[in-house]
């Protein structure tokens, strides 16, 4: 008796379509606002599918120097990752997701002041976490996901 020979045909259906499948997966896409120079050790923003990650945001301004108010900083981190989210065609709000992270856990009143003025309802999750010590000077620094 021959063996019937469909199997061999169902491992190149399969090779054929993982093979697809893969070459048709998603790329990631770098989000680089204008004038900011490429390069570092993160990306700004990273867009795929439809979604978009930005990485921590700090209070600093484009001459690296954070604010004197603790509110002027927040709303330098959140002017911050607006840059990111209009390179990416986004606004806030197609924001989802934010983590913030704060240095102190006494800022989190005049934190939410600030947060809540920029982010209207129905407003993303949120997590807020307390850390120790942030890279640099700064006393906040935040990180979205946005959809589309």
Known sequence: MQ??????WTAALLFATIATGSAMAAQKQIVRPSGTAPGGNFSPGILIEGTLYISGQAGEDKNGKIPASF???VKQALDNIDV???????????VVSVQAYLTDGALFQRFNA???AYFKDPRPTRTTVVVAKLVGDGHIEITVTARK
């Not at 990111?84 to 197609?94: Q, Y």
Request: proline share 4%.
């Open 114 to 116: 600030v947060y809540t």
């Open 3 to 8: 063996k019937p020979h469909w199997h061999k």
């Open 84 to 94: 990111v989210l209009k390179a990416a065609g986004l606004t806030a709000s197609d």
């Open 71 to 73: 509110e002027a900083e």
